[in-house]
């Protein structure tokens, strides 16, 4: 099985609603591929500092295949992106990406997410960014979380006040030659602790598991 040479593929979280997962096969590639393409977010409003949903819906759904795959296939132990699927009902409605850059020393993790605007407006995006901060203080010994959000997606910004995260000061950005002004959020152990609003449940976070996020299996 892949899963023996690509041990992340083993790694599932699930709350309530949702699960985190890769994709098991082409097919579920492409489903979140037509769910990008059918819309992620306002067209008038880019929420992202890479304009990847810019050029119309079929490339939007190019760029979401290519960018799995050189998210696993660039995979780095000691710089890594954990792309999470999130599947509603067996479909892939968004993603949800936790990352860590010498994750073992610094002990801080980043997030990034999408949801397809038919499916916006539920809750999801606080579900499944919780399910990752969990994997990240419960699973990993994370010791903070960071995050941001570009002024106008106060859905972002929203998710991360409901989830303890404080701001974090502010920088400016450069996206499709326009200035914008991004908020930094910073969540802590201790205020991950005080907010946890979802039970998740960690599957197949085992030693290889570990091993690939640059962390030394448990004795």
Partial sequence: MLADHLPILRLRLRTDRLELRLPQHPDEIAALADTAAAGVHD?????????????????????????????????????????????????????????????????????GSWIGRAHQGNGYGTEM?????????AGLGAETARSGSYDGNDASARV??????????????????????????RLTRADWEAHRTHDVAIDGL??????????????
């Fill in 43 to 111: 067209p008038g409003f880019m929420p992202f500092s890479i304009p990847w949903t810019a050029d119309g819906p079929a490339a939007t759904a190019r760029s979401v295949a290519l960018w799995y795959h050189r998210a696993v296939g660039r995979w780095d132990a000691k710089d890594w992106g954990y792309p999470f699927f999130v599947f509603h009902d067996g479909d892939p409605i968004g993603v949800q990406v936790v990352a860590g850059k010498d994750f073992a020393l610094t002990r801080e993790v980043d997030s």
């Fill in 129 to 137: 960014r919780a399910a990752v901060l969990h994997l990240a203080f």
């Fill in 160 to 185: 991360s006040r409901r989830l303890g995260y404080r701001p974090d000061g502010e920088e400016f950005h450069v996206v499709q030659d326009r200035r914008r002004h991004l908020n930094r959020w």
């Fill in 206 to 219: 085992d030693g290889d598991v570990l091993s690939m996020l640059g962390l030394d299996p448990p004795a």
